[in-house]
T-cell receptor
Framework: GDSVTQTEGQVALSEEDFLTIHCNYSASGYPALFWYVQYPGEGPQFLFRASRDKEKGSSRGFEATYNKETTSFHLQKASVQESDSAVYYCALGGQGTGSKLSFGKGAKLTVSP | EAAVTQSPRNKVAVTGGKVTLSCNQTNNHNNMYWYRQDTGHGLRLIHYSYGAGSTEKGDIPDGYKASRPSQENFSLILELATPSQTSVYFC????????????FGEGTRLSVL
């Protein structure tokens, strides 16, 4: 079945470091891809999405580009801040099944001052 | 303002007991979802609904039932709770369509002793 793989379980950075969190997907066609962010004690919040090859999604300084060839949607940010510390989830939209999302396992980002 | 409200926020249950988790949305969304979140597994879909009166099985439905009596309300029912169902449960709502990003509630932390 359709699935999303996030390889980093934990990411530890210092402020102003460059961030990459990897996301690869397995699905046919062109599924919509999403990034969500979850702060402690809260529910996941939608960050941004993309649904076409080479489309870039972005929000709050984060961005990711849909790559059909490499089946990837890696999250990047040029300069992280301590306030970016959170868990980041990549998700895959089910085609023809509405907004039913399949999530990766998440990556916990910790940014030190 | 769009909102998904879960109750209770915390629950302690005994093994073999019945547990009902409730979710209310004021967004007039057609679709609603129940996910559980566990370390190492991310968010996994338990049940979902396309509208009042409908429920569908997600990826891990065993041991859970769902009920959607109205557009606004979606319940998750554990008829015979087990310790393996100790988790954080999230409800979400979405309008539907491949690009729609579901809006999540703040979660219910359930401990089954």
């Amino acid at each position: 079945g359709d699935s999303v793989t996030q390889t980093e379980g934990q990411v530890a950075l210092s402020e102003e470091d460059f961030l990459t969190i990897h996301c690869n997907y397995s699905a046919s066609g062109y599924p919509a891809l999403f990034w969500y962010v979850q702060y402690p004690g809260e529910g996941p919040q939608f960050l941004f999405r993309a649904s076409r090859d080479k489309e870039k999604g972005s929000s709050r300084g984060f961005e990711a580009t849909y790559n059909k060839e490499t089946t990837s949607f890696h999250l990047q940010k040029a300069s992280v801040q301590e306030s970016d510390s959170a868990v980041y989830y990549c998700a895959l939209g089910g085609q023809g099944t509405g907004s039913k999302l399949s999530f990766g396992k998440g990556a916990k980002l910790t940014v030190s001052p | 303002e769009a909102a998904v409200t879960q109750s209770p926020r915390n629950k302690v249950a005994v093994t073999g007991g019945k547990v009902t988790l409730s979710c209310n949305q004021t967004n007039n969304h057609n679709n609603m979802y129940w996910y559980r979140q566990d370390t190492g597994h991310g968010l996994r879909l338990i049940h979902y609904s396309y509208g009042a009166g409908s429920t569908e099985k997600g990826d891990i439905p065993d041991g859970y039932k769902a009920s959607r009596p109205s557009q606004e309300n979606f319940s998750l029912i554990l008829e015979l709770a087990t310790p393996s169902q100790t988790s954080v449960y999230f409800c979400a709502s979405g309008q539907g369509g491949n690009n729609q990003a579901p809006l999540f509630g703040e979660g219910t932390r359930l401990s089954v002793l």
